[in-house]
């Protein structure tokens, strides 16, 4: 028992570490949340939590080790979650208009659905979560612990991603935070716009 409460506050201590390093998950928040989005912000913190349960059940069972071993499947997802990242990048720059952005924040209103399928996009495009959670599990648990030990770091991870991901959803979209992104909001769109950009090209780059 004391080995398997060790290996749980292990593993999410190292969980919670890369949960809140900034990312491009961080950054889609962001542009959500302070675009009077909350709705699609939310949205996207639990696409964010079911698409990295599903890489650590994949990881859980071995089935991730097998698909980082299909080069041509990696290089696909790579590339194509590259892309996504420099359309959403580009879609930040062109709706950066005072006008541009009022459409778009009606638009977001009430779109948990869209934010969730934006957030599960851009963790499953991401590659480097199968990495992670790969080492994650070798390094972090080992083969002989218990299942339902097992089971408990699935249900922490995705309350750690649930909580930091809502919480930045909740702060960032709040009248003050709003107020200052309502006067620079199409520099700050455009910044933002910029940073998920380059996070694409790198993805796309570390492939050719």
Do not use: H
């Not at 199409?186 to 796309?204: Q, S, Y």
């Amino acid at each position: 028992m004391s080995q398997e409460l060790t290996t749980i506050f292990g593993a999410l201590a190292i969980y919670a570490a890369v949960v809140l390093s900034p990312g491009p998950n961080f950054t889609l928040i962001t542009r959500l949340a302070t675009s009077d989005a909350r709705s699609a912000a939310l949205g996207a913190t639990f696409g964010f939590s079911v698409g990295a349960m599903v890489y650590a059940v994949l990881s859980m069972t071995g089935l991730a080790l097998i698909i980082t071993r299909v080069g041509w499947l990696v290089t696909f997802v790579q590339i194509a979650g590259g892309g996504y990242l420099i359309y959403l990048g580009l879609s930040a720059w062109f709706t950066s208009t005072a006008k541009t952005l009022n459409c778009e924040r009606r638009r977001n209103i009430n779109s948990a659905a869209r934010g969730f399928r934006m957030g599960l996009i851009v963790e499953l495009s991401n590659p480097k979560g199968i990495a992670f959670f790969v080492s994650f599990f070798a390094v972090a648990i080992p083969m002989e612990t218990a299942l339902w030990a097992k089971a408990v770091i699935l249900a922490g991870g995705f309350f750690l991603e649930i909580v930091w991901y809502g919480a930045a959803s909740f702060l960032l979209s709040t009248r003050p935070v709003r107020t200052v992104y309502e006067r620079f909001a199409m520099w700050i769109e455009r910044a933002i716009g910029t940073l998920l950009a380059v996070f694409g090209v790198r993805l796309i780059w570390e492939k050719i």
